[in-house]
DNA sequence: TGGCCGTGTCATCTC
DNA sequence: TGGAGATGACACGGC
């Protein structure tokens, strides 16, 4: 339980940081500026797909800085881009009007202790937003009552754990918005968004049970920590319960948003709701976990494994290896729990695998390596299990530098029908040199946001393929689910994954290839598996960045032709406007010409005179300067002219 | 059955 | 000099 617990306040915490990122960095426009902050790192490191630096190479930089350094224009784009899309696919586009409403608050109770003006940086943040949230503020500002009618018409927050604590926080919201009316907002405060979201989210936890008593913005942040943590296995047992009896049915309606998610993740903390449906609130619970994985996007959680799997054993957890959702569900929270076992776990076993080793080596067959080595259609996909299959494989047990799913390049991947849960768990637990009797699960594929979306492991022609076969045949079905790089390394008796080989640091490798006593073919094989690894990873890179390239480009022709028409358009007006000025001012020549006379007392004729104006602002009357003087081309023209009619 | 697409792999180049 | 990444090209399988 305390593994559960662990996991589960990681998860919050995880979501906490993402929102008060989120919140702090309102303008997301401001990514594609040429910022490289470090949400990008944050936001690009587990699921970036050209980010294939693993953990071990982060670790050495400046928090994960210079992923891309080959390229980190072009990544920076990518990663920018990544996380407008994530930041658009977190919900609905109404969590910044709710993260405002928890900012409002905060800064209320800040200005009430403080004694200052109670103003909100509401306008400011929504202003820079420009998101669609904007407009279901306006939609909420639109009804017909404020209060008790906003609590009806969010039902999230009306009828969700807070109940009127919700509607407290909306009608702050108003009340702010009309003295935001009132007064400007302090520029000020906006420097202090991202604390005081993280504290609002905090307090919206705990404290909407009372709606009457608003925690003072001093509140300790560890209060809340330690009475979520307190929260006893009962009390996490029941919080399915807790969330099944929400009654959050007006939200079928709507689109799950950051903040539903938010305020039913509230509810299930400590708030028994009154009622509601189950359904639901699963359907927000999956999206509540799933933004604090690592960036994926699980679409299809498996009801009730929210909550439900936090309080599994982690062996038990570990073991769902056809099962994607719990990788959706709790990735983000397992994670760094799961990475912090896995460093546990170390190298140190594998030397004592060395008589293990010689021994299979006597016992290859030989025509089982020959008959590898004539196919090169390798397919390290097929082994890894990708993300589809939690318990893909042991990469990451010997230290945290092989954590894939941490680190692992997010590009294409591919095979997930080709990945044997079966075969994994077995190849884990059957050859593996390393300890895994704790059954962790580290998703060492080459996560990818496509594997995310894609269903179950059980596919059609799998099941066709795994015909029922007795005990005896189990080996041989496993060889042939497993990759050829991984049947390579089996019959070479070679105690690495191929993730293990590909991922791990290249001093590690070269420790490895020298301290194993590997004979050389094992080396050979050893290095090939490595460099068609990471060349697979690369050329998935490779296509991603193809990709975007072409659609960048794309938008680029979109954009340059409609700049094109808009500049043609603009020089038909000017055409336009400096023929009528023309006119105009030949007009106006005429009329001033006619009231002026010369010697003789003559109106002077438009046709010999003009008006100049000179530089001092004197407007001078000058006769028309003929072309008296002509090209020589001009001349010779005339002259055949005249010659010719003569 | 041919075309398209995605993917893995190899060869090669560059850093 | 070797490792790693990038990329074009090719093969293969699925649709």
Not at 53 to 58: E, S, Y
Not at 128 to 143: C, I, S, V
Not at 201 to 206: A, D, F, H, V, Y
Not at 242 to 262: C, E, K, W, Y
Request: net charge negative; proline share 6%.
């Amino acid at each position: 339980m305390q593994i559960a617990k662990k996991y589960f306040t990681e998860g919050l915490i995880q979501l906490t940081i993402l929102l008060s990122l989120i919140g702090v960095r309102v303008d997301i426009d401001s990514y594609l500026s040429g910022y490289y902050t470090p949400l990008i790192e944050i936001n690009l490191g587990p699921s970036s797909a050209y980010t294939q630096t693993p953990f071990h190479n982060l670790r050495d930089t400046l928090d994960g800085y210079s992923v891309h350094p080959k390229c980190p224009e072009l990544d920076h784009f990518f990663a920018s881009r990544r996380l407008l899309d994530e930041v658009r696919n977190l919900g609905s586009p109404r969590f910044p009007t709710q993260l405002n409403a928890w900012l409002v608050h905060q800064v209320s109770a800040t200005n009430k202790a403080d004694g200052g003006p109670s103003t909100s940086n509401n306008t400011d943040t929504s202003s820079g937003l420009e998101t669609p949230g904007d407009g279901a503020r306006d939609d909420n500002e639109h009804l017909p009552d404020n209060g008790q009618e906003v609590c009806q018409t969010t039902p999230e927050l009306g009828h969700g754990p807070c109940g009127a604590g919700a509607c407290g926080f909306l009608k702050e919201e108003d009340d702010a918005k009309v003295k935001e009316e009132e007064e400007p907002a302090p520029l000020t405060q906006l420097a202090h968004s991202s604390t005081l979201e993280e504290e609002s989210l905090l307090e919206g936890i705990t404290a909407l049970p009372d709606p009457a008593h608003h925690h003072p913005p001093t509140i300790d942040i560890d209060q809340h920590w330690s009475n979520l943590l307190s929260l006893s296995v009962t009390d996490l047992d029941d919080l399915d319960s807790l969330v099944t009896d929400t009654d959050i049915t007006r939200a079928i309606s709507q689109d799950v948003s950051l903040h539903d998610a938010m305020l039913n993740s509230a509810g299930a903390f400590g708030v028994a709701p009154e009622r509601g449906e189950a359904r639901p609130v699963t359907q927000q619970q999956r999206t509540f976990f799933r933004l604090e994985s690592t960036g994926s996007s699980h679409s299809d959680a498996s009801p009730g494994m929210a909550l439900g799997l936090a309080a599994l054993p982690f062996a038990s957890v570990c073991n769902l290896t056809a099962n994607e959702s719990s990788h959706s569900a709790l990735g983000g929270c397992l994670d760094e729990a799961v990475f912090d076992q896995i460093n546990q776990l170390g190298l140190e076993g594998l030397d004592s695998i060395d008589t293990h080793l010689m021994g299979c080596l006597e016992s290859i067959d030989p025509q089982v390596l020959e008959d590898l080595d004539s196919d090169s259609g390798l397919s390290l996909e097929s082994s890894s299990g990708g993300p589809a299959s939690p318990g893909s494989s042991e990469m990451s047990s010997s230290s945290s530098s092989y954590c894939e799913d941490e680190c692992g390049a997010t590009g294409y991947s591919s095979d997930v029908d080709s990945v044997p849960s079966k075969g994994i768990v077995d190849y884990t637990t059957t050859w593996s040199p390393v300890d895994l009797s704790e059954s962790v699960w580290h998703d060492h594929s080459y996560s990818s946001p496509a594997f995310f979306n894609q269903p179950p492991v059980t596919l059609p022609h799998k099941g066709i393929k795994e015909e029922p076969l007795s005990d005896d045949d189990s080996p041989r079905l496993e060889d042939r689910d497993m990759s050829r790089d991984e049947l390579r390394a089996r019959a070479m008796c070679i105690p690495f994954s191929v993730l293990q080989i590909v991922n791990m640091p290249v001093e590690e490798f070269l420790e490895v290839l020298d301290g194993h006593g590997f004979s050389p073919e094992q080396v050979t094989l050893l290095r090939d598996i490595r460099r068609r690894g990471k060349n697979k990873l690369a050329a998935q890179n490779c296509r991603k960045r193809k990709l975007d390239a072409i659609t960048g480009l794309q938008e680029e022709v979109e954009r340059l032709q409609a700049q094109r028409d808009r500049l043609l358009r603009e020089k038909q007006l000017t055409a336009k406007t400096m023929g009528a000025v023309g006119q105009q001012i030949k007009q106006l020549t005429r009329d001033v010409l006619a009231r002026l006379r010369d010697d003789s007392g003559q109106p002077l004729n438009p046709e010999r005179f003009t008006l100049q104006c000179g530089a001092n602002g004197r407007v001078v009357v000058q006769p028309v300067r003929r072309p008296a003087v002509s090209t020589s081309t001009g001349n010779k023209t005339d002259k055949r002219k005249k010659e010719k009619k003569q």
